[in-house]
């Protein structure tokens, strides 16, 4: 019998998803634990600055993979949406995998 490569269902998910989260912590690190964030019209700096967020700058590292783009009316990284993606995707890569192993198990 072909060994199956259901388990990829399973397995990209979970990279994406571990992808968008590794890119937001080396943005924090490389800018003292702060990510940087896209100061946007109509949005009061005061909301945009606190802890854990700086308002993006030419101090600022890595700025590209900073909060800057504006998705579901806040401000988004490109970690945030692999995040997004990651979790969108895992009810249904689950069940496409039980779909294939049980499909795998009736055949043998």
């Known amino acids: 019998m072909k060994p199956?490569?259901?388990w990829l269902f399973l397995f990209v998910p979970i990279a994406?998803?571990?992808l968008g989260s590794l890119s937001n912590a080396v943005?924090?690190?490389v800018n003292h634990g702060q990510m940087p964030v896209l100061a946007v019209a109509g949005v009061a700096l005061d909301k945009l600055q606190d802890w854990n967020h700086?308002?993006?700058s030419a101090h600022t590292h890595l700025n590209f993979l900073a909060?800057?783009?504006?998705h579901n009316g806040g401000i988004s990284s490109l970690g945030d949406l692999l995040?997004?993606?990651s979790q969108d995707l895992t009810v249904p890569s689950i069940l496409a995998w039980l779909g294939l192993t049980a499909q795998s198990f009736k055949k043998s």
């Open 4 to 6: 199956s490569k259901s």
């Open 16 to 18: 994406v998803g571990i």
């Open 27 to 29: 943005v924090c690190v």
């Open 54 to 56: 700086v308002i993006m």
């Open 67 to 70: 909060d800057w783009m504006v």
């Open 83 to 85: 995040i997004d993606a």
